[in-house]
């Protein structure tokens, strides 16, 4: 057991956030996914590095693509404490012109095939392949070890999800064992797992390999003109067909309060963005972000702690069931509900109610904002209603099927020049 509790020692992490992550809309016309707000003060690439962190894995390269500048910007300011000199690392790997005449990734396999010398030069046994734009906790040296005592080719991480839900998911068939015995995108029939007809494992994008076999395999993936040079599509079916493919169950490592349900989200569309960060202003939230024995590392902006001024009628700065960020001030603002980041300053008898509001927002008198997402950096104007007559708000602003409204610096440019 003492070779084996080491292996986080022994592993590299590589996360994959080049993504465009479309989905969101208008909130990642300037950012890419994983470098999108979550939670006050973090962003959602936070949660795969402080996964890793906190599971031993001192070794870490991350993957860009599209609009990778804040990304690169906030690893080199909120994870910049890794130090050579104790063989930790956090490479930052745009795409670039490394391998003939291919400037972009061309999937997410090719993404570290074009990045094999760096990775033989870490001296690793072990590489964790993540996703940089999902929000859970998972302590990856629980999965490590399942695939060294398996003698597996691959472990995949896999979610344990409702079978009438799994058809939007890569499914795994297993036997009891958990061997994978099929691997299929998207199934109209989704396969029951083994013991629980109502459930299927669906992957998390998350694989461990053992880094030699894993080369062998991108360098002749490179090689086949035929393949998209994708894990989920190409290398994983590759290997459930001719080697030892492994599921492990998120349930198994999944760090969380005893008792509590195992916490994943994937904040791909405005409404799931709203509704978890919103989740956070629950009396119990289900994702703790309090747990000092595994935190959500991040940049922390200098900031003044929050202010809370006014105590009239109608002119109260008061915050219920609310998570505020440092360097707000709520000036005579009522918040219900809502989460504001950092440094967003609220003026007198305005109402925010169910909102998501991303850092350096200025709320200004008078304004009504209700069930929205407002993106960092917006100005609202004096009296602006939002929130209560979806139709008038579709105008000006993005609504969603729910009812979730966005508002961004663009948007509000066009409303205030049509007044």
């Not at 917006?378 to 009296?383: D, E, T």
Request: hydrophobic share 40%.
């Amino acid at each position: 057991m003492a070779e084996v509790s080491r292996l986080g020692q022994r592993s590299m992490a590589f996360v994959l956030a080049g993504g465009r992550g479309s989905r969101l809309k208008e909130l990642t016309d300037n950012r890419v996914k994983p470098a999108v707000y979550f939670g006050g003060k973090a962003r959602i690439i936070d949660f795969a590095l402080s996964n890793a962190l906190n599971s031993g894995i001192r070794r870490m390269a991350l993957a860009t693509q599209y609009k990778a500048h804040s990304l690169i910007r906030h690893c080199q300011r909120g994870w910049n404490f890794f130090r050579a000199e104790r063989n930790e690392y956090l490479d930052i790997l745009p795409a670039s012109q490394r391998m003939g005449e291919e400037k972009w990734y061309r999937g997410t396999a090719d993404a570290v095939t074009q990045n094999i010398d760096i990775i033989d030069s870490y001296g690793i046994d072990y590489i964790v392949i993540l996703a940089g734009d999902h929000i859970y906790k998972m302590d990856y040296e629980v999965m490590l070890r399942q695939h060294v005592s398996a003698g597996a080719d691959v472990t995949v991480g896999c979610l344990t999800v409702p079978r009438e839900e799994a058809s939007a998911f890569g499914v795994m068939a297993v036997d009891a064992d958990s061997r994978i015995t099929s691997f299929l995108e998207k199934p109209a029939d989704p396969p029951a797992m083994p013991g629980a007809p109502d459930k299927a494992l669906a992957s998390m994008g998350i694989y461990v390999f053992s880094w030699p076999f894993l080369r062998d395999l991108l360098l002749k993936d490179a090689e086949d003109p035929n393949s998209a040079h994708d894990f989920g599509n190409d290398l994983i079916p590759e290997i459930v067909k001719n080697g030892k493919a492994v599921a492990h169950k998120f349930d198994d490592s999944c760090v969380r309060e005893a008792g509590a349900e195992a916490y994943w989200r994937d904040v791909g569309t405005i409404d799931a963005f709203w509704q978890a960060n919103i989740d956070l202003t629950d009396f119990t939230p289900t994702l703790d972000l309090w747990d000092r024995d595994w935190p959500i590392w991040t940049y922390s902006e200098a900031a003044p702690p929050a202010k809370f001024i006014h105590d009239e009628k109608h002119r109260r700065g008061v915050a219920i069931s609310s998570m505020v960020s440092g360097g707000c001030i709520i000036s005579g603002t009522e918040v219900r509900n809502s989460l504001l980041f950092t440094q967003v300053h609220t003026n007198s008898y305005a109402v925010l109610d169910h909102a998501v509001v991303l850092p350096h927002v200025v709320v200004n008198r008078s304004a009504r904002l209700r069930n929205c997402v407002i993106d960092r950096g917006v100005i609202i104007p004096q009296g602006l209603v939002v929130g209560e007559d979806p139709q008038e708000d579709a105008k000006h602003f993005r609504v969603t099927d729910r009812g979730v409204t966005l508002i961004t610096k663009p948007m509000i440019e066009k409303w205030n020049a049509a007044q």
